[in-house]
Each structure stands twice: as structure tokens, then as C-alpha cells.
């Protein structure tokens, strides 16, 4: 399936999860979930944390035999060129958005290493039903966040164009797509990669589960994890009651574990503290009370035509907890001075040694006063080169600075 994810994790924030406990929740209906929570909300109508500007990569590869990879190929090959048409993307992202960011040229080759060591390059994970055969031939991870490369080849005579597809359809939606030894909720994205001839029976895809704030993966402990896979289905415009077209037979069951990861290094955050002033916007339906008057400002949304509210807040960020990879960043903190229907967003930026820096996005949830999230890196950062992690906005209020050991 296309990612839209900055439809579905735009800082997504959901009172309504608990920070402690689980929700056993399929990949689909999470994001189905996710997709009600983001229509009947109601405030702020200004977003308070940082928006996820990353979209669905797009490449195409030379086709290459499982053999000829697994003995030339490392794990970071498999996913240099799409990272370098994610850069790009990322350079238009920032263009349009006039975004206060310099991202790199290229993926260096220091990240395709880390990906070496992160990841890892299969040699016997191919599935052949019904005349399918998949083949997952590489995969990168830390505990929050797997990265997977798929290759499948259909029947003869199928054809497998370029466009969106989903390995869940609305028929399995009960069905957990991930099998392990704890229930943990996540988002599954799915993207098809364009190929040379896409009136074939052959198409890659690369694919990315996103493990939300209820838990971590070990993906290293010697345990199987496996990942179904009910179908290969092609997304397209349907009418109620329809279901998603199969555009290959079969199912597949991998194993996703024994991937090589690296561990997230804990930095010391416990107690610190930032300050920052804000003004919320936002409006609703329905009559105001008393103390929602005051905060009226006379004008009308130009899109609902309801009134605008606004007010500004003083508060306060303390940090408990915030954990380090390449590919992610999770943090826990409690705020105050503001009401417990509000969180701010965790305001931070990454500083890297060269002046670089890049997009990222993520999720987030909070209950009571405590926050918690993870925010997932479009391209792998090189911890060696950041300088520092600065907590707090500087044209907000006060700043943190955070070094790495």
C-alpha cells in the first residue's frame, strides 16, 4: 500500500491509549482506528508536535538472483538506491514546505555500513504457493522499527503492475499479521517498486513496520517471529461491500526474527527540564460554555466555517527517559502548566557535526500529564556524527542540550 503516513502518524495524539498495557490490535484495523481518531478530533486544529513528512519510496532496481546477492550483496545494497530516492524526495518535501533543513546529497557510505550491521541478508527465505513464490531477501531493524525487502514472482501470465498494494485485506482483518511472544500494536506500510517492465509478473517491495509506544522488539534473541502474509492484494477505488482485488495467490508465512539490530543507547535525560510558550487553535461544533467564550477571537475557519478559539499556554517539559538508535528515537517526559486534554509535542532537534539534517516523523500518545513517542528516522543517522540533541524550542522558550556518550 502507498504510505500516506503523514495522514496516519502526524504526530498522532490518543488520549485514548493507555500508557501501560498492550492493544493486540492488527496492522489494518490500528491504522482504520487511527484514521477515526484523526476525523472526529475535534482540538487543536493547529498540529502542537512535529509533523511527519515522509512518503512512499520509489526506485527501480535491476532484477538480481537471491544467489548472485547473498555473495555480493550486503544488507545496506539492497537498500541504498531507494534511501537515495527517499533523499530526494525529502529535498522536494523540504522545498515546498520551506523547511529550516539541509539534508544530505547522498547516503554515505557509513550509513550503508551501519545497515551492514543492522541488518541482515537472507540465504533460504523463499515461499512458493499456489504458483507464487516470495522471497524475503533483506531486512534492517532496531526495536521499534524492521525494515523488509521482498521479491515475488507470479504465475505466467500474471501481471503485477506498478501501484499500491497491501499484504492484509479487509476479508483477514481479525487475523494478526505479527506472531510473537508478546501482542504489540504497529503499522504495516507496503510499497510496490516500480520495475522496468510493469506488465510482468515480477514486482519488489519494501516494506516497513512501525512498533508503536507499548513495547520494544527483540529481534535478536534467538526466537521466531513470524510475519503472515494472507495475500498480495492491489489497491484500488472499490464500492462498499467490495473487496480488495488479489493480484497473486497464495500465503506466506516469515520468519522475521534472528535479523541482526542494534541496540538504542539510553542518554541522561531524567530530569531535565525546558520551558516554552505556545498559542492553540483550534474549533468545534456545538455551542460554547462559558469558559470556551473567552477564548473565541471573531473569526470563522474558512474551511468549516466555525468560529476560531485561541489560547496560549506557558508549560513545562521535564524528560524521563529517551533512547538512541539509527533509526529511531523514543522518549517518555511529563508536562505542566496546561490542561490534561493538551500535550505540546516533545520539542527537539538533532544537531549533526556538518550542518546536515533530515526529515523524520513519528507517533506519539498521553494520558494524565505523561507523554511518551517514537519518532522514526527516513534514513539511517550515523550517531558518531551528532554533535548534540537540543530539547526545547530556542524561539519558544528554553533549551536542553543533550550529548551522546
Not at 543492522?118 to 504457493?129: A, H, P, S
Not at 503485477?160 to 499479521?177: A, I, K, R, T
Request: proline content about 5%; charged content about 25%.
Amino acid at each position: 500500500m502507498k504510505r500516506k503516513i503523514s495522514d496516519l502518524l502526524d504526530d498522532i495524539q490518543d488520549d485514548s491509549i493507555e500508557l501501560e498495557g498492550v492493544t493486540p490490535l492488527s496492522a489494518e484495523r490500528i491504522k482504520e482506528r487511527t484514521r477515526r481518531a484523526i476525523r472526529r478530533k475535534e482540538a487543536p486544529k493547529k498540529r502542537w508536535g512535529l509533523r511527519l513528512l515522509t512518503a512512499a519510496a520509489i526506485l527501480s532496481l535491476m532484477s538480481i538472483t537471491a544467489f548472485a546477492a547473498e555473495n555480493i550483496w550486503g544488507a545496506g545494497d539492497w537498500f541504498r538506491e531507494m534511501l537515495n530516492h527517499q533523499l530526494a524526495h525529502d529535498k522536494v518535501t523540504v522545498r515546498e514546505h520551506n523547511l529550516d533543513v539541509t539534508l544530505q546529497e547522498t547516503i554515505s557510505e557509513r550509513q550503508i555500513q551501519l545497515i551492514d550491521e543492522l541488518g541482515t541478508v537472507f540465504e533460504q527465505k523463499t515461499i512458493t504457493d499456489q504458483g507464487t513464490t516470495m522471497t524475503l531477501s533483506a531486512a534492517y531493524a532496531d526495536e521499534r522499527v524492521i525494515h523488509l525487502y521482498f521479491q515475488v514472482t507470479a504465475p505466467e501470465g500474471t501481471v503485477l503492475p506498478d501501484g499500491d498494494y497491501f499484504f492484509h485485506s479487509s476479508e483477514n482483518l481479525d487475523e494478526p499479521m505479527l506472531e510473537m511472544d508478546k501482542p504489540l500494536s504497529c503499522f504495516v506500510w507496503v510499497d510496490a517498486l516500480p520495475d522496468a517492465d510493469p506488465r510482468d509478473n515480477r514486482k519488489d517491495f519494501f516494506v516497513t513496520i512501525h512498533f508503536t509506544v507499548d513495547g520494544s522488539v527483540k529481534f535478536n534473541d534467538g526466537t521466531s517471529k513470524i510475519m503472515h502474509i494472507p495475500g498480495i492484494f492491489l489497491h484500488e477505488e472499490l464500492a462498499d461491500g467490495q473487496s480488495p482485488k488479489r493480484a497473486a495467490p497464495g500465503s506466506f508465512d516469515f520468519d522475521i526474527g534472528m535479523v541482526n539490530q542494534l541496540e538504542s543507547t539510553p542518554l541522561e535525560v531524567k530530569g531535565l527540564a525546558y520551558t516554552s510558550s505556545e498559542t492553540g487553535t483550534w474549533t468545534h461544533d456545538g455551542p460554547c460554555q462559558d469558559s470556551c467564550r473567552e477564548s473565541l477571537t471573531g473569526e470563522m475557519d474558512p474551511e468549516t466555517n466555525l468560529p476560531v478559539h485561541s489560547q496560549s499556554y506557558d508549560y513545562t517539559v521535564t524528560m524521563r527517559e529517551l533512547k538512541l538508535s539509527p533509526l529511531s528515537m523514543a522518549w517518555s517526559c511529563t508536562y505542566s502548566g496546561i490542561s490534561a486534554e493538551y500535550f505540546p509535542g516533545l520539542k527537539f532537534r538533532i544537531v549533526m557535526k556538518d550542518g546536515t539534517s533530515f526529515l523524520f516523523g513519528g507517533i506519539s500518545s498521553y494520558h494524565e500529564h505523561v507523554a511518551e513517542g517514537i519518532y522514526y528516522f527516513t534514513t539511517p543517522v550515523d550517531l558518531s556524527q551528532v554533535d548534540y540533541i537540543l530539547l526545547g524550542d530556542p524561539e519558544l522558550g528554553e533549551t536542553q542540550k543533550v550529548y551522546l556518550p
